[in-house]
């Protein structure tokens, strides 16, 4: 091996050393969660959004992304000890598939706990008796959740107070996924109701749940990319 | 299918229609005016409540909402909600909310707001309950708190740049 030779491949080494520090980086600092946005959808696999997870609904049976599989879903963080953006993102998506009718049986939403110390399968199955049953109130273990979280790049972290209680951060909005389980984009509780619908319809329009799995491929509006337009 | 359709389409917008609807009412003490108190119905097993209300400083000098509590639960507190980097966030308000003179302030959902904590029994829609606020000049004033849709969020004349919220 002579010389150039040794420095190329020391050379090359060190690209992919440097790369694979990055890789392990992304998504995993605290206090800089990787939040999705729509145009992030990496088509390289690095760092995509969604994959596997494996939770218990809150009626106990145990679900995980195959449950899920060839069918858009959408994805929340929250717990019940939210006064504010939980119960009215659980109340909004019930009003929003009143109005999609037999079109919201198309997705799932489901709504991952990040406090599932507190938030227990009884009291979880009580709070789910509120919204729309479509909705599927999911909690898992202390390693499920944190599993769950790196899936879908969501952030949450316990914050003690005083008097020894605690309060929770997470991430905040909606994750919308395709049928090919990949990230779309994101439904923000703050856009108007007219937005909101309009990206589920699109979601459940362009993602067909009779598309195979992972055809089309979807650009990061939900739409199929030209190249590999399906036709019905 | 259609029927349930139509009566959740129904139900939905009830709870559009009942928080524009519901009884604005208001009360006074000295120069502080508190209007339209307001508590989000809740789902079931819930242990927290929001509490809403917006206060108005009439007098030449600030004033504190301090503190206050309920029967209706264990605790009454005051917090604030906030969402910064996409990352949602809630943590007691430490010495309480400030009003200015001549400033009103509103206490609204996703800022700052009373948390009633292990409420005794579930917000139910179109009920009421009494609690006490207390001030730090004005001192304790006792006001009905309506119960309203789960959806309702403040009447859009509250939203965006009034008076000075903690931050």
């Known amino acids: 091996m002579n010389a150039v030779k040794i420095f190329r491949v020391f050379a090359w080494s060190a690209v992919a050393i440097a790369g694979g520090v990055l890789i392990g980086f ?13 145009g992030t959808v990496s088509s390289s696999g690095v760092a995509a959004v969604g994959g596997s997870f494996e939770l218990t609904t809150h009626k106990g049976q145990r679900f995980t992304d195959a449950d899920v599989a060839g069918k858009p879903y959408l994805v929340f963080f929250g717990f019940t000890f939210c006064p504010d953006i939980c119960p009215t993102t659980l109340s909004e998506l019930t009003i929003m598939m009143s109005e999609l009718g037999a079109d919201a049986d198309r997705f799932t939403p489901l709504l991952i706990t990040v406090d599932p110390e507190r938030d227990n399968q009884e009291m979880l199955a009580e709070y789910m008796s509120a919204f729309d049953s479509r909705i599927v109130g ?20 316990k914050v003690p107070l005083d008097g020894g209680d605690y309060t929770m951060d997470h991430t905040a909005g909606v994750l919308l996924m395709g049928a090919n ?11 108007a109701r007219e937005t909101r619908i309009a990206k589920l319809r699109r979601l459940i329009e362009k993602n067909d749940p009779r598309y195979p799995r992972e055809h089309p491929k979807m650009d990061p509006d939900g739409l199929p990319l030209p190249d590999t337009e399906v036709s019905r | 299918m259609r029927s349930n359709t139509i009566a959740g389409t129904a139900i939905a917008l009830a709870i559009l229609v009942m928080p524009l609807k ?24 819930a242990p927290v409540a929001g509490g809403y209300i917006t ?16 029967s209706i639960s264990q605790k009454f507190e005051i917090h604030e909600s906030k969402v910064v980097d996409g990352v949602a966030s809630m943590r007691p308000v430490v010495g309480g909310v400030e009003i200015a003179p001549g400033a009103t302030v509103a206490l609204k959902s996703g800022g700052a707001h009373i948390m009633f904590i292990k409420p005794a029994k ?46």
């Not at chain 2, 005016?33 to 119905?41: F, G, M, N, S």
């Open chain 1, 138 to 157: 999911l909690r898992g273990t202390p390693e499920q959740t944190a599993a769950a979280a790196r899936t879908f790049k969501a952030y949450y972290k």
């Open chain 2, 55 to 70: 206060i108005t400083n009439s007098g030449t000098e600030p004033d504190r909402l301090v503190s206050g509590s309920s």
């Open chain 2, 22 to 45: 519901a009884t604005a009412h208001e009360y006074t003490i000295g120069t502080i005016k508190i209007d339209h108190p307001w508590a989000r119905v809740t789902p079931p097993a």
């Open chain 2, 122 to 167: 579930r917000f139910v829609e179109g009920e009421k309950f009494p609690a006490t606020l207390i001030f730090e000049k004005a001192g304790p004033v006792t006001v009905d708190f309506a119960i309203q849709g789960m959806g309702a969020s403040a009447p859009p004349e509250n939203h965006g740049g009034h008076g000075s919220m903690p931050q």
């Open chain 1, 181 to 191: 389980g990949r990230y779309i984009g994101m439904m923000d509780m703050d856009e």
């Open chain 1, 26 to 38: 992304s998504g995993i600092l605290p206090g800089a969660p990787q939040l999705p946005r729509s």
